[in-house]
């Protein structure tokens, strides 16, 4: 792939644009883990998806060294909901993580139920935080995450991303997969109704919508084949191995999948959208965990992120225009995936750099 480098006219792009920059990708990175700007203020309920982002994305890079390892263990531990006793465990409501500080109510002794509004996304966000710097799973109340967690299942198998309700979609059965798999305890998912809720999703042309009968989306649809993948329903490398008995229909997948690959090498999230980085990710990633990622055009992939490459670092949603942490962080996990060099393979299906060690 990067004998290509050489054959590309130098008027195509701006001189910036022709390599991966990694250490300017590490200064945006490290800027924004110590100071977020102010464009994120909105977002202070998802502080912790952005701090996932930041610190996921530095391993990516290579560049751990940048945190406070420490720092963000006990910022991260700050953020976790616990049950008072055992009781409260079959309250009703989940005991994982909150997003950021502002949404923890604190108890007061004679409260009959203090409501936490602790989220699926967000607790997948720690417990990923928590195993790329090494943290001891072992320390963590799994039993109660677990536990709680399944309180959030529907009976139609699709999960709620807080007690309280509020959208059930596949998102949330995917941030339960990851989080049973990283916690290495599945007791909190009923995996079959899972299982039967995701292949309701898959649609007439083989991708997945987010709800059963929906149009199909690259985000819904990287959620379905990684949750199955994760559930252990569906083997890696499905093309060259899968048959008739496959439980989801492989060719058409990968068909819709390929087909979102646009002319100027990007991908798109549905028919007739223009292409976004984030999708090199949720499609390229849908069509690696098949054994499918031959068949994309690397070299034309490769040019279009590089479009999207920011001066200052980072990575935008389409071509030219400032970075954002979200775009920027599905820009590093598309380029691992095309093999930059010094950057950390993927797990793909946890979105997350591959774990080799204990502690940092
Ligand atoms: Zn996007």
Redesign the pocket.
């Known amino acids: 792939m990067s004998d290509d480098d050489d054959d590309r006219s130098p008027t195509d792009h701006g001189p910036e644009d022709q390599l991966f920059d990694r250490e300017r990708h590490i200064r945006y990175l490290e800027m924004n883990y110590h100071i977020l700007p102010s464009f994120y203020e909105a977002q202070e309920i998802n502080h912790l998806t952005l701090a996932y982002f930041i610190i996921s994305g530095l391993h990516i890079l290579h560049a751990l060294d940048r945190i406070d390892r420490e720092a963000v263990i006990n910022w991260v531990l700050s953020l976790q909901a616990h049950p008072k006793n055992e009781d409260d465990l079959n309250n009703g409501q989940f005991y994982g993580f909150h997003g950021s500080k502002s949404s923890q109510f604190h108890s007061v002794d004679n409260a009959v139920s203090v409501p936490n509004n602790s989220h699926l996304a967000s607790t997948y966000c720690a417990l990923a935080i928590l195993k790329i710097v090494g943290y001891d799973f072992s320390l963590i109340d799994s039993a109660a995450i677990s536990k709680s967690m399944k309180h959030l299942q529907r009976s139609d198998g699709s999960f709620m991303p807080i007690y309280t309700g509020a959208e059930t979609d596949l998102r949330f059965v995917y941030c339960a997969a990851v989080i049973s798999s990283l916690l290495e305890n599945w007791s909190g998912i009923d995996k079959e109704k899972a299982k039967n809720y995701i292949l309701s999703c898959q649609s007439y042309d083989g991708g997945f919508g987010l709800h059963p009968g929906q149009e199909s989306h690259g985000g819904a649809t990287y959620c379905a084949v990684a949750s199955l993948r994760l559930m252990g329903f569906i083997e890696d490398d499905l093309v060259s191995k899968c048959t008739s008995s496959c439980i989801i229909d492989v060719p058409l997948l990968l068909d819709w999948c390929l087909q979102r690959q646009a002319v100027d090498g990007g991908f798109q999230g549905r028919p007739n959208k223009i292409s976004?980085?984030?999708?090199a990710f949720w499609i390229g990633g849908v069509l690696k965990i098949l054994g499918a990622s031959k068949l994309l055009n690397e070299n034309t992939l490769r040019e279009f992120l590089l479009t999207c490459q920011s001066q200052y670092g980072g990575f935008s949603?389409f071509p030219r225009e400032l970075p954002d942490l979200?775009?920027s962080y599905y820009g590093f996990t598309a380029f691992s995936m095309l093999q930059e060099t010094d950057l950390n393979s993927l797990n793909i299906e946890l979105g997350i750099s591959a774990i080799h060690h204990t502690l940092i």
């Open positions: 976004d980085t984030c999708y949603k979200y775009h």
